[in-house]
């Protein structure tokens, strides 16, 4: 087991940061999709998601090279996803009954 660690350490090591923290934003990207595609979606989640995604991608300021313009590109869509979803989701809670739903403040 120690010397599995070590292989995947060295592995690790080898391998350019760049590449790593991108692969990490892939999971972000996958996480935040997930919960999008839910039936109902989970808009709390998939937020959470997004914006540590947005934090990471842009916050690189375009240092993750090539897969930093799909990640950003892929950030835009989640966003818009996210944005139809829950504008889908506050039209289904305005044909609710008096007292349910979201309230008529913008």
């Known amino acids: 087991m120690a010397e599995q ?3 995947l350490r060295d592995q690790l090591a ?18 935040a999709a997930l919960h ?3 039936d109902p979606p989970q ?28 990640l950003t590109a892929g950030l835009g869509q989640l966003r818009m996803a996210f944005v139809q979803l829950t504008a889908a989701h506050h039209a289904g809670q305005d ?8 309230s008529s403040e913008g």
Request: charge should be negative; charged fraction near 20%.
């Open 5 to 7: 660690m070590a292989q």
């Open 14 to 31: 080898r391998t350019p940061a760049d590449v790593v923290v991108a692969n990490h934003a892939y999971g972000l990207f996958e996480l």
């Open 36 to 38: 999008l595609s839910l």
């Open 43 to 70: 808009l709390d989640q998939a937020r959470l998601a997004i914006d540590a995604l947005g934090y990471l991608v842009e916050g690189m300021g375009g240092r993750l090279g090539g897969p930093g313009e799909e």
């Open 95 to 102: 044909g609710a009954s008096p007292g349910e739903g979201a």
